[in-house]
């Protein structure tokens, strides 16, 4: 038997409303609701009595639920809860069992603010420092310090030559005082064998502004520039310390400065000093084969030069240190100018030759015969 229904099958407010109607007084139906039509269903659907749709569950089942949820919450977080509250209370942490961190007094404010002060001051104090360390590190600068010692000569002068050019006085070995060619090349007087040379720079007298500033340099450094000369010798980047003052920062920069500008064509391998009551000098070796003795007048008035090379073998260092050390100026007889190539011949023609041992004085043209 098959049963067909018109319209959709009835909601749960339908069948309360129909329900209602029929409990309603004078037995009446509500003939709005009871005609609700409902799509048709087969008989098998009908057998089984149930609606297409699952029924909402009654509102005070779902708060039930609900609330069964929220106990069953409570109840695990429970233990924990009623634990903050009694830690609360107590003025301990709910979180580690430690007391509660409690409000900062006046006296770790001030301690604290004293610390921050003390970070920012040696932020300041350090900051040329850490600038002048990271420049170094970034242009991957190093500079070695070039060993200084005191010039001792041997004294072994036997068979020697005082030799004077001008102003200029030394001793010369035989080779160059005897045997020499002598050349005049720009402002070099040149003595040159086959085996070595030796050149010289005859000096003249300093301007105002050259002494003015060499006064400066004296007065800020308390250096002479022969002395200040080789402590930029002395000087390399693995001197650096972080506890020198600004002012010793500054000298210690002045002084890298130097030797990487201004000395820059010098490649020493060592320097030898000399200081006494007349001359200031310093010997600088550049090679085996090869050194430079740039000297003044220890008032200052005057510099010259004496260079050294040998063309094949070693250079005879104890012949070098012997002559350095043998070199006077007499400042009476200094010009105010540089000499002309002339001048510089004829000094040269008319050097003074003296043997040590003899006592005597020759003229040198005298002594090329």
């Known amino acids: 038997m098959n049963v067909r229904l018109n319209g959709p099958p009835p909601d ?10 029929q409990q309603s007084p004078g037995g009446r139906q509500d003939t709005t609701t009871t005609r609700a039509s409902v799509n048709p269903i087969t008989a098998r659907d009908a057998c089984r009595g149930f609606p297409l749709v699952q029924p909402r569950p009654p509102e005070p089942d779902i708060l039930r639920r609900t609330n069964h949820d929220l106990a069953a919450r409570l109840r695990i977080l429970q233990p924990a ?47 040329p420092h850490i600038h002048f360390r990271f420049q170094l590190a970034r242009n991957n600068v190093h500079i070695r310090s ?10 072994q002068t036997a068979g020697w030559y005082d030799c004077r050019l001008g102003p200029v006085s030394l001793r010369l070995p035989l080779a160059f005082a005897d045997k020499a060619e002598r050349t005049v090349d720009k402002a070099w007087l040149k003595f040159a064998t086959p085996e070595q040379e030796l050149a010289i720079v005859l000096p003249s007298k300093l301007t105002s502004e050259q002494r003015a500033q060499n006064q400066k340099t004296i007065e800020v450094f308390k250096l ?13 980047t693995d001197d650096f310390r972080w506890t020198m003052t600004r002012s010793e920062l500054q000298r210690y920069q002045m002084l890298l400065r130097m030797k990487a500008v201004s ?53 005879d260092l104890d012949m070098v240190r012997d002559v350095c050390q043998s070199l006077a100026c007499d400042e009476t007889q200094l010009l105010e100018r540089q000499y002309s190539r002339k001048e510089l011949r004829d000094l040269l023609d008319d050097a ?12 040198a043209a005298d002594g090329e015969k």
């Open 146 to 155: 070039v060993p200084v010692t005191d010039l001792k000569a041997p004294g």
């Open 352 to 363: 003074v030759m003296k043997p040590i041992d003899a006592g005597g004085e020759r003229d």
């Open 263 to 315: 000395l820059q064509q010098m490649h020493a391998m060592g320097v030898e000093t000399r200081y006494d009551a007349g001359i200031e000098g310093l010997l600088i070796r550049s090679d085996r084969h090869s050194a430079v003795f740039q000297w003044q007048t220890a008032s200052g008035t005057a510099a010259g030069m004496v260079l050294f090379s040998s063309k094949e073998s070693d250079l």
């Open 224 to 236: 002479s520039p022969t002395r200040l000369v080789a402590q930029s010798f002395r000087t390399g």
């Open 81 to 127: 809860a009623f634990g903050t509250n009694e830690r609360a209370l107590r003025g301990v942490s709910p979180y580690d069992g430690e007391p509660m961190r409690k409000r900062a007094t006046k006296q770790q404010i001030i301690t604290s603010l004293g610390l921050l002060a003390a970070v920012a001051a040696a932020g300041w104090w350090w900051w």
């Open 12 to 21: 749960h407010r339908t069948r309360v409303a129909g329900a209602a109607a």
